[in-house]
């Protein structure tokens, strides 16, 4: 059974989902599938909800740009696909439907891409918040529009100030640049 923690954050209630050896799931509190999710966990905490909690803290302070928790999203093989080419648009950084279409090498797939984009079970560590539309235009967000402006102005040090003003606690300091998505999955 999933160990289930909510972390407040400065974009609202977050919903962590741990299964012990990996983060399952992080999902706005607000979304859809966190009563389905909560119905299949107990509260509590644990190693990995810890860990992901404290490297939030430093992403929301502007001092982490990259998670190294590990993640077991479940979804299809094309979803996984997806999920692991979003771990590659770097902090700071935008990425369009299409471009993800053409890293996993499926070029007109860019609508099942945005399924998948708005299917990711770990918000933020796997940055869908990253994906706009191919004319530059914000698209749709679970955690709505405005939490993806946040996100991306706290990415490009627009958003740090207010981060800072509402992170309580320190996190630790930036990972290595290795290849984030390999390790985050596992591999």
Not at 59 to 74: C, I, M, S, T
Request: glycine share 12%.
């Amino acid at each position: 059974m999933a160990i289930c923690l909510t972390y407040q954050s400065p974009i609202g209630g977050l919903e962590l989902f741990s299964n012990g050896e990996a983060l399952e799931g992080l999902l706005f509190d607000d979304s859809r599938k966190v009563e389905r999710w909560r119905a299949q966990s107990q509260s509590g905490s644990d190693a990995i909800l810890d860990r992901t909690c404290r490297q939030l803290d430093g992403f929301f302070a502007g001092r982490r740009q990259e998670f190294d928790v590990p993640l077991a999203p479940a979804g299809t093989p094309f979803q996984l696909r997806v999920w692991k080419a979003l771990l590659r648009v770097h902090y700071g950084e935008t990425a369009t439907y299409g471009t993800i279409a053409a890293h996993i090498r499926r070029p007109t797939a860019s609508r099942a891409v945005g399924l998948a984009n708005g299917s990711n079970p770990i918000a933020i560590l796997i940055p869908c918040h990253r994906i706009i539309g191919a004319n530059g235009s914000l698209t749709g967000y679970g955690g709505g529009l405005d939490c993806k402006r946040f996100l991306l102005a706290l990415e490009q040090g627009q958003g740090q100030i207010v981060a800072r003003a509402a992170s309580a606690s320190s996190g630790a300091g930036s990972s290595s640049a290795q290849d984030c998505s390999d390790r985050a999955f596992g591999n």
